[in-house]
């Protein structure tokens, strides 16, 4: 039982660069969400699905997309990097309301 | 706005002490917390967590007590031991909305 992982593990782009970050989850769980982890700051919520075909933005949505096609995936998109994106990337998915969310090993992503 | 808080960044405690690690919130609506732990270059584990409907929440050295007329809540681990050296987020939710808002984090250091 593999849990959440995520690909790439580190990523460097260049400004204007698109990339695709990878969340698979094994557990079946119907929920799935990404965030973000600045030095100083807390996780931010990015986007989160509560479902295939179910997407909906979290706190800080601004330059990535997503979405939802299966139950296991959950792709993050940067369409055109910018170095505010620095940042560590996390995965998290859950089976429903009112349980924890378990998390991926995170993806350290450098924008140039 | 930051409406979850910990307002420690590190905490050191000699092992077998019991550490107190502390958590403000200020939206009034959020009735579900939970605590994570995360060690370096890892995905945040899930440690405990509590409703609104409790004060207390306890699992083997694990405790949460929550104060809602305070908007605060309090993680102890009694007795601490060196594996619990790590970043501690507290991080919280309304039920029905499911999204989670998380604190800065405070680093825990365990004296051997």
């Known amino acids: 039982n593999a849990g959440v992982t995520q690909t790439p593990k580190f990523q460097v782009l260049k400004t204007g660069q698109s990339m695709t970050l990878q969340c698979a989850q094994d557990m079946n769980h119907e929920y799935m969400s990404w965030y973000r982890q600045d030095p100083g700051m807390g996780l931010r919520l990015i986007h989160y699905?509560?479902?295939?075909?179910?997407?909906d933005q979290g706190e800080v949505p601004n330059g990535y997309n997503v979405s939802r096609s299966t139950t296991e995936d959950f792709p993050l998109r940067l369409l055109s990097a910018a170095p505010s994106q620095t940042s560590v990337y996390f995965c998290?998915?859950?089976?429903?309301?009112?349980?924890?969310?378990?998390f991926g090993d995170g993806t350290r992503l450098s924008i140039l | 706005d930051q409406q979850v808080k910990q307002n420690s960044p590190s905490l050191s405690v000699q092992e077998g002490r019991i550490s107190i690690l502390n958590c403000d919130y200020t939206n009034s609506m959020f009735d579900y917390f939970l605590w994570y732990k995360k060690y370096p270059a890892e995905g945040p584990t899930f440690l405990i967590s509590?409703?609104?409907?409790?004060d207390k929440n306890e699992d083997g050295r694990f405790t949460v007590f929550l104060n809602k007329s305070a908007k605060h809540l309090s993680l102890h681990i009694v007795p601490s031991q060196p594996g619990d050296s790590a970043v501690y987020f507290c991080?919280?939710?309304?039920?029905?909305?499911?999204?989670?808002?998380f604190g800065t984090g405070t680093r825990l250091t365990i004296i051997p």
């Open positions: 998290a998915s859950k089976t429903g309301r009112g349980q924890p969310q378990h």
């Open positions: 509590i409703s609104s409907i409790k």
């Open positions: 699905s509560v479902g295939a075909g179910i997407t």
């Open positions: 991080a919280a939710s309304n039920f029905g909305n499911e999204k989670l808002t």
